[in-house]
């Protein structure tokens, strides 16, 4: 792996991109978090997290590559590939809500890359011909000052007279839009209301959340109980109880049809469009209080050099 690169790119990355792959993670990391092992000498052995994998996406303009957004893909340990058939579908859903944005290439983590990864990466070059790798280490290191991520090229090197394709890292730069900043200085400004700490309030949170869920385990423990006791005849049918149970039930497949899905993407891109009004509405806005201020200025400049107005 060569030490920088030198094609000469620069490389604007959106903190959006940063959250969105440190949720991945998290999210996969605690979902598939395996009991704690213990070893012959009573020590708890140390479990190796899971890897994830995403596709950035965003715009590149003459030198400069900007990635403004990721989506998650699905990964096949057993062949070290991508799940090509989701990786088109997603491409073209976000392909419907931001037609500007392309495939500028994909993200994972880890401590560095591996060997591997350079099979991944040469895979996604039929879409994107110098696809970029983000790679998030999620080891904490609290020297560090830096944002545990990097972002690799591809090269092609000739070593020990064999030309092959290598990594090189490259810099980057964190770059925000106004609402972007708004939301991470919010995030940053943010303060329980009771004066406890930020963990305290998202510990109390989730164990809301976790008992909320148990109860209802619970309960539909209880419900299943009694169906069976029913079915063998232990106490009388109850035909306005079934009836009830029977209309739950109807309701469960409603969120995997596929009209189901059609009508989540629609609210969910109506939803987007009003957003996008709504901006474009405040930016038309501060242009024109911009433009009068300019014509006042400039009509003042005019009565004494006779020039028109400017708009």
């Known amino acids: 792996m060569a030490s920088s690169s030198s094609s000469g790119l620069t490389f604007k990355l959106h903190p959006l991109v940063i ?5 991945h993670y998290t999210r996969v990391k605690s ?3 395996p009991p704690t092992c213990h070893s012959s000498n009573g020590a708890d052995s140390p479990t190796v997290p899971p890897r ?5 996406i965003g715009v590149q303009s003459g030198r400069t590559v900007e990635i403004f957004n990721s989506f998650e893909l699905l990964y096949d340990p ?7 058939a989701f990786l088109e579908k997603k491409q073209e859903l976000y392909k419907k809500v931001f037609p500007n944005f392309y495939v500028l ?5 880890g401590s560095d890359a591996e060997e591997s990864d350079m099979q991944i990466h040469k895979a996604l070059m039929d879409i994107n011909e110098s696809p ?3 790679l998030l280490n999620p080891s904490i290191n609290h020297a560090q000052k830096d944002l545990p991520l990097t972002i690799y090229e591809s090269e092609l090197h000739v070593i020990d007279g064999v030309p092959q394709l290598i990594f090189v890292q490259a810099s980057y730069q964190i770059e925000t839009v106004e609402a972007e900043r708004i939301s991470v200085d919010h995030v940053a400004h943010l303060k329980p209301s009771d004066g406890g700490s930020a963990a305290t309030q998202l510990a109390a949170h989730l164990t809301g959340i976790h008992s909320a869920i148990k109860m209802l385990n619970s309960r ?10 029913m079915q063998k005849g232990d106490i009388p049918c109850d035909n306005s109880l079934l009836r009830q149970v029977s209309s739950l039930l109807r309701r469960l497949p409603a969120i995997e049809s596929e009209k189901f899905k059609d009508d989540f993407l629609m609210e969910y891109n109506d939803t987007l469009l009003v957003s996008y009004l709504a901006m474009f509405t405040n930016c038309s806005s501060t242009m024109n209080e911009l433009v009068d201020k300019f014509n006042t200025a400039y009509d003042r400049h005019s009565r004494r050099g006779g020039r028109t107005a400017f708009i």
């Open 31 to 33: 979902q598939s978090q």
């Open 52 to 56: 994830v994998f995403g596709c950035v």
């Open 105 to 109: 290439g994909w993200y994972s983590s």
């Open 220 to 229: 539909i423990k209880v419900l299943h109980h009694y169906l069976l006791a």
């Open 132 to 134: 970029v790798y983000l």
């Open 19 to 23: 959250l969105n792959v440190s949720d």
């Open 78 to 84: 057993a062949t070290q590939s991508l799940d090509r």
